[in-house]
């Protein structure tokens, strides 16, 4: 597998991004409409926001690529009208270098749901880590802390992991994504009989 990213690969992972920045724009209403329940519940929907990255690195499956479509998603939402303002690219640039950093510590091998999960909660403590520096956390109690914290970690897990996992999948059972990726010798030879 050639390591560097293409032109190609860019262009897929811009416009998976740019997919996912509408996504992240429709997503904001179902966020708000859980919040006045209380209890921090809207904090589960909260990995839809992180699923740009995951989605894109197992699709293409190459270094950068989570943290190309992060930023680029954010950028999406951003020129769509976010009404968070220019803290969604802050937050998309942290969200996907989080997410990028637990794809390098496999070196770029594993695919599958455990690392997609994993990288959907590394997206959601950078977020958490810029909620932090933003102040507004220390006006919750400490119980009301927990909850935000296991919701939006449990929601990025579902999501940005799972959920991500379960669309790939769905894409590759299609043959969509063949084209994404080199033909190993194997599938070369199976394609020549």
């Known amino acids: 597998m050639s390591k560097g990213l293409k032109l190609t690969d860019i262009l897929v992972t811009v416009i998976i991004a740019l997919v996912f920045g509408i996504v992240y724009k429709i997503w904001a209403p179902v966020y708000n409409v859980l919040a006045p329940f209380g209890l921090q519940l809207q904090e589960l929907t909260y990995g839809m926001w992180f699923i740009a990255a995951t989605v894109a690195y197992l699709l293409i499956r190459k270094a950068g690529v989570a943290f190309l479509a992060e930023v680029a998603a954010a950028s999406g939402e951003f020129l769509v009208g976010s009404e968070y303002g220019l803290m969604v690219l802050i937050y998309g640039v942290i969200q996907g270098l989080f997410a990028e950093m637990v794809f390098m510590a496999f070196r770029y091998k594993r695919f599958d749901v455990l690392v997609a999960s ?76």
């Not at 449990?154 to 063949?178: F, M, N, P």
């Open 118 to 193: 994993l990288a959907g909660a590394a997206a959601g403590v950078g977020s958490l880590l810029l909620d932090l520096f933003r102040g507004y956390l220390f006006d919750y109690v400490w119980w009301n802390v927990a909850l935000l914290v296991s919701f939006r970690l449990i929601g990025a897990i579902l999501l940005a992991g799972v959920l991500a996992y379960v669309l790939v999948k769905a894409l590759e059972a299609t043959g969509v994504t063949s084209l994404l990726r080199p033909v190993s010798k194997d599938d070369y030879d199976s394609l020549r009989q």
